[in-house]
C-alpha cells in the first residue's frame, strides 16, 4: 500500500528542548495528519493540515506544538519546549483527499521526554 | 461525542480458529468504518473500509460488515494463522469539532498460538 515514512523513528530528548519530528507523506497526497500515542492507550487525533493550514487541532494539541510543511518538504510537527508528558509514539498520516478518505499511516517517531 | 468501542482487550486462538472481534460505533449519520492492523514496532496498516450500510468491506481473509441498526463493524477471520498476530483497531472518521479525523477504538491484541 502507500508508505509514508517518519524520521527519526526513535528520539531522546531532555525536558525543556525542541524537538522536530519529520513526515514523507505519500508523494500525491494532500491532507496531512499528527497523531499520538501514549503505551498502552488509544491513539488519538492531534492536527490535520492542509494548504499550508492548519485546518483542525483537538485539546492535545498545546500552545508548544507547530506544524508546518514549507515548499513541499516534510511535514513536521515542532514541539517547544517539550514536557515530561510529551514522551509518546507520535503517528503521521496521510489522504489524497478531504472527507471520509482512507489515511495512510507512517511507522511512527517514538520520543522520549527525561 | 463520536466514540468506537472494542470489547476485547485481548484475544488469544490457537491457528486455523474462528475469529470474531467486536467493533461498535457511536456517530450521526454515516460514518465510514475502518479496520487497522498494527504489528509491533510499527504503525497501523489499513486493512480495509466500509461506507454504508450493509457494505462488506475485506482483505486478506478478514472482512466485516456495516450494521447501521447494531451500529456495529465487526471483524472476523475463517481461519487465523500465527502471522495474524498483532493489534487490530476498529475506527471510524467523524467531525466531533468540524473538521475529519479518525477515531480510533482502544484495540484488540490478538495473539495467534502454533
Known amino acids: 500500500g502507500p508508505k509514508v515514512l517518519q524520521i527519526p523513528s526513535h528520539q531522546i530528548i531532555d525536558m525543556g528542548q525542541m524537538v522536530t519530528l519529520n513526515c514523507d507523506p505519500v508523494s500525491n497526497h494532500l491532507y496531512f495528519y499528527w497523531y499520538k500515542q501514549i503505551l498502552g492507550q488509544q491513539m488519538e487525533f492531534l492536527v490535520n493540515?492542509?494548504?499550508?493550514?492548519?485546518?483542525?487541532k483537538s485539546k492535545l494539541f498545546k500552545d508548544q506544538f507547530s506544524v508546518e510543511r514549507p515548499d513541499g518538504s516534510y511535514f513536521t510537527l515542532k514541539i517547544q519546549p517539550t514536557a515530561l508528558e510529551d514522551s509518546a509514539v507520535y503517528f503521521c498520516a496521510s489522504s489524497p483527499r478531504w472527507g471520509q478518505d482512507t489515511q495512510y499511516f507512517g511507522p511512527g517517531t517514538r520520543l522520549l521526554v527525561l | 461525542g463520536d466514540s468506537v468501542t472494542q470489547t476485547e482487550g485481548q484475544v488469544a486462538l490457537s491457528e486455523e480458529d474462528f475469529l470474531t472481534i467486536h467493533c461498535n460505533y457511536s456517530a450521526s449519520g454515516y460514518p465510514a468504518l475502518f479496520w487497522y492492523v498494527q504489528y509491533p514496532g510499527e504503525g497501523p496498516q489499513f486493512l480495509f473500509r466500509a461506507s454504508r450500510d450493509k457494505e462488506k468491506g475485506s482483505s486478506r481473509g478478514f472482512e466485516a460488515t456495516y450494521n447501521k441498526e447494531a451500529t456495529s463493524f465487526h471483524l472476523q477471520k475463517a481461519s487465523v494463522q500465527e502471522s495474524d498476530s498483532a493489534v487490530y483497531y476498529c475506527a471510524l472518521i467523524g467531525r466531533p469539532s468540524g473538521s475529519w479525523q479518525l477515531i480510533f477504538g482502544s484495540g484488540t491484541q490478538l495473539t495467534v498460538m502454533p
Open positions: 493540515f492542509y494548504n499550508g493550514k492548519v485546518m483542525e
